[in-house]
């Protein structure tokens, strides 16, 4: 449905144009990194701890170095001359932010976490590299892992001795109208709700592991590297720095990329390491990462614990808001790990009105686990899932339908664009009109009808509904925003249209698609702009050699940023056109329409030009007015003047069994606004897999550590990616609301699904046993939890029959109960199995 | 342990594989996509190595290690199996069909386009192994209801659709093929 009139009718925007990327992702011709054949290269494999925390007392690599094929084998302190710098953390937070340094190898007699880099060995082949890896003997003195984020703050043990402390960092944003506001608000408070989430940490587990290839021309003086990576333009940049390499002489190039979800977007241990052995050798050196290495040394995401308060007037309208997080930073700081909790910070409020009474404060903590980093939505779905399960508490405690607690305090869509308690501006927004689409496609007073025939007491198969309103939030990002977050680098992109002499077009951009279908989006905004077809624009990205500057695709930017850069250069373009097709015409300039891919002289329909015909001649140049450059291109560096803000409304409807506590979604709607749709098909694709993501984080997933910081969830076996059964089919509805703040309307979307599902999910299942007494149900709500929350929430009730122990558990007790005894998930692991 | 130098790094280069010692290699003949390969392969490499590196077929890609993805399912004379599953020496003699053996005549095969037209994929990196696994699905149950396809899928992992335009495509496919 349309709620604002979109821009007039496009030939080619909005429309579901198939992707051009798909016929060589589905032929096996497009080459990711690992496919790439380089001749004479050499492979990397690491030798990495198998401990959390340990000092290193020996390294015996005389084995390892003596297998056949083995090349050579390196500790640490071989190649301590090798780095110009540590690993790159691009967001100092705060001024005194604890940063410890940290290098591809372990370099300070230490390991930090399991899977933490210690030998490395380079081989003729990658089978003899990690047999080799397999015969290096490393003696190590364990020491106490810090895997319980409360107890790293205590600090009794302290994992980076250099800092006399595991605490990171602490960060507050605390806004008051009035000082005191915060305090006199809950004072005041009708009523509050007090509530603690833990947000598990997650693998990320895009399909494609990540693979690098360094390839250097020892005597050209470059180097190249290829690399699976979101980032390629960062990278460039972040590894001339780290090896001390001069930028002009560092190629970056991601090849196809099987998926990121902010994995990829990283300066990784490896990459520094192909590029630095294979300056050392002279021959390129590959190294591809395996699934099992994939859960250990590729970040983590989430890992919080959120304390979240609410204040809220008799009618429930909130009042003032108070938040204390932990964020879980693993053992070392990534590219933009301690800045992950920072991005959900403004979130807290989501979709609602708030008075300047807003007190956010996060304290981060290193523990020896992975370091965790961006991982779809990067603070945001935690932000969201708080407020959003902490409303469902308030609607409890005040007796309100959820819905109707969430309309009272919608911001109105009047008061748009909306200057909120931060001082950030929203651009636009319609909530309430999209949690009534959203409710009207679910059903939503069927089944809270239903719910009251089904809930009864005894019943042991309860129906839940649960919904959840959010705000994406991206877009980043105004450069001077991040300027006053502290971190290092811009948020604007890139964006070359170059027409060429047969009027086919080349389009540069800055963004570094990986999965999202940039090359499809981006040929549909120039085609409409120019009047030519799709089919006769090419799309070039993700080499640094052919798209030099950009800042790359994560946090839903590539469209409102990367795309409308695109917008803007067809722009300069057709400004370029109209005065040589003035000049041409003999006409004047602001007498030339532009329309259909031709100019023509205003009241003379005869006198026209088309695009092909000026593009001609910008390159013969034979007739140009004086002065003007012999091309027809334009680049355009675009730094958005704010965030865009996509919200909606998702609704989840589960079935819980009481007895075994099996969760089972029957039915998922999602309202997502995101403004103009470029693609709909591409944005529906968006959504569908960023929402399994979000419901997979409320049921599924965990990565689970023991309490001497093994991972124990390491493999696809053990770590719980849903299978195509595990998940329902999605209804997806849609509202459009464009965005004011750019000329396409547009606002990001790949996050969107992530950040409204768990919630969603995780309101359905309490809703579903609040007729038990259950308030909380913690993430994964795989069986064994649920049953384990019904069955606390029961102790009190001498009517419970269950009378079991549950006990201590550890996660990987919950595990294998959470493939339900569903032996044909494919992924469930030995529990599961009849 | 220091570096033993850049001639024997590209001497060593040269050679691919190493071959521990014990392990002579076998020489196994197959059929890929309708083309005869004899090679010789160490006994522990596995079909999905034998197929990327020896055959130098990259469409079938590599998503795990423990057999759970399904991103490396090819057809061993017409069955669907994950090519990590089978040694390279157990598939002697056998007819081999990869990604890059569906397509003919510049046409994509029928599975491939309603992956196509359904928009079943995004990054494309699970999606050889679903292609293959889904035209396997179907021949074997020709008229399969959505949950059938999802619990036909469930050897194969993807991480960007939410398998919904992907069982949507499946459907599609059996569909056009009644």
Redesign the interface.
Known sequence: MTVTEAPPAAAVIGTRLLRREDPALLTGEARFTADLPIPGALHLALARSPYAHARIISIDTSAAAAMPGVVAVYTGADLADSWAAPMPCAWPVTEDMKNPAHYPLAANGKVAYVGDGVVAVVATSETAARDAVEAIDVEYEPLPAAIDLEEALADSTVIHDELGTNKCYTWALKVEGEDGAVDRAFKAAAHTVSERYVQQRLLPMAMEPRAIAAVPQPFGGDITLYSATQIPHILKVMTAITLGIPEHQVRVVAPAVGGGFGSKLNVYAEELLCMALSRKHNVPVRWNETRSENAQATVHGRGQIQNIELAADEQGKLTAIRIRLIGDMGAYLQLVTPGVPLLGGFLYAGVYELPAAYDFECTSVFTTMTPTDAYRGAGRPEATYAIERAMDSLATDLGVDPLELRRRNFIPKESYPYTAWSGLVYDSGDHDLAATEAARLADYDGVRARQKTQNVEGATKRLGIGVSSYFEMCGLAPSRVLASLNYSAGGWETATVRVLPTCKVQVVTGTAPHGQGHETSWSMIVADKLGISPDDIDVLHSDTAIAPMGLDTYGSRSLPVGGVAVAMACDKVIDKAKQIAAHQLEANADDLEFAGGAFTVQGSPDKSLPLAAIAFEAFTAHNLPDGLEPNLEAQVTYDPPNFSWPFGTHICVVEVDTDTGAVDVLQYVAVDDCGVQINPLIVEGQVHGGIVQGLAQALFEEAVYDHDGNLKTSTLAEYLVPAASDVPSLTLGHTETPSPTNQLGVKGVGEAGTIGAAPAVINAVVDALSGLGVRDVPMPASPFTVWTAIHKAGESRPSDTAGTEVGDHEGVTARTTTGGGDESTSNTDEGAAS | ????G?V???M??????????GAPNVEISVTVNGSAHTHDV?P?TLLVQYI?EQV???????????S????CTIHIDGESVKSCTVLAVQADGADLT???G??KDGE?HPM?QA???N?G????????GM?MAAISLLDEQPSPS??E???G???????????????KAILAAASAKA
């Open positions: 342990m220091r570096p033993v850049f024997r790094a590209m060593g280069a040269a050679w691919g594989h190493s071959t521990p010692k160490e522990r990327r130098g077929l990259t469409g079938t890609n590599i998503g795990c290690d423990t759970s993805c399904g991103a990869t990604i890059e569906l397509a994509l491939q992956f196509m037209e928009h994929l995004q990054c494309g990196y699970c999606t050889p292609v959505e949950q396809v999802r619990e899928l469930e050897g194969n992992l993807c991480r960007c659709t939410g398998y919904h335009n992907i069982v």
